[in-house]
């Protein structure tokens, strides 16, 4: 039997994992890793929506379903060894198929804004839908958060395992050129990282800028406002926005302004000062240009809940990464277990090309064309602070 929107490997796992699916996350003893897999609903196409538990044997676990790739929970430890759920989201799948701020979620064919919906290449203009006010946002109206993904999973010990996640996005779909084959491998290892490497391919240019765009709060899910961590971001300089939060083409210095984050600062330090930025922003959300070490991974942010001690590091291949303190969470979103999302309950640090780069000469190009490879790799690090 082949349960569609599932690979044979799938739905072969499908069948002689069923017990063990039904674990609970938390309840999963240390010392033991594995993946779990367990379907969890059907698209109105028909096709079955799949959800899938990496654990280690730290612990740590991280849930993941084949619609959007979104991810739906991660359970880490706090000072004490007691775990909680650090990320925002909903119960089930019926809530993510409804229009949602992009809770866990695979971002393409072009993580954040475009202006205007358009752009030109190698002379041709091309026309996006305008979702966010004028301009593109997150691939558009069906992005890569809404389709079912082609999932398999993997082992890769010692180091750890994981899934590889494909979808291959039609020429002109959503108005950009090109038939897109992407491939994301999520990987849960050992030493609590949560590594993300993307890879495409095109047959005609096209921008790319794939990211993920799961909201964390250290202190765990439904905790309240997350303006007590702390953040340090490796960035010297911002991209400065307009009103419509699309880059001006300036790369603003960010020392001596609210967004100097170079020293670890609580979120909620500066974020009500007056600067047109933060207004324009709601709060942060704003691209930060990376300091470049070269070729390969650099250090980009890191985050600390000094009451649970949970830390978070990012690093990435990326030049820009976003940071968003869920300005627009404003207490209408009901989550998980019934609780109430109110405003900045959540971050996002969304490793990225700049937003607009398409429009943005001056950026560091986001073009992929044929017989070229896009590759990506961010790596999320989870840890304690005693």
Known sequence: MII??????????????????????????????????????????????????????????????????????????????????????????????????????????????????????????????????????????????????QVTPFDSAPRGHGLVLTYTSKDGEEGYPGELTATVTYTLTKANEFAIDYRATTTKATPVNLTQHTYFNLAGDGSGPVLDQLVQIDADAFTAIDSTLIPTGELRPVQGTPFDFTTPTSIGARIGEKDQQLTFGGGYDHNFVLRSTGEGMSHAARVIDLKTGRTLDVSTTEPGIQFYTGNFLDGTITGKQGRVYAHRTGFCLETQHFPDSPNQPSFPSTILRPGQTYTSRTVYTFGVQR
């Open 4 to 149: 569609r929107g599932t690979s044979l490997a799938v739905a072969t796992l499908l069948l002689t994992l069923t017990s063990c699916s039904k674990m609970p996350a938390d309840k999963i003893p240390i010392g033991y890793a594995r993946t779990f897999i367990e379907p969890i609903g059907v698209l109105p196409s028909g096709d079955t929506v799949t959800a899938y538990t990496l654990t280690n044997d730290r612990g740590m676990s991280v849930k993941v379903m084949s619609y959007g790739g979104i991810v739906l929970s991660i359970q880490t430890p706090d000072r004490n060894g007691t775990m909680a759920d650090i990320v925002l989201g909903y119960d089930g799948l019926a809530a993510y198929l409804n229009e949602t701020p992009y809770f866990g979620a695979l971002i393409g064919r072009y993580g954040n804004r475009i202006a205007k919906g358009t752009f030109t290449l190698d002379g041709t203009a091309y026309t996006l839908a305008a979702n966010n006010g004028p301009n593109a946002l997150h691939g558009g109206v069906t992005g890569f958060d809404k389709v079912n993904w």
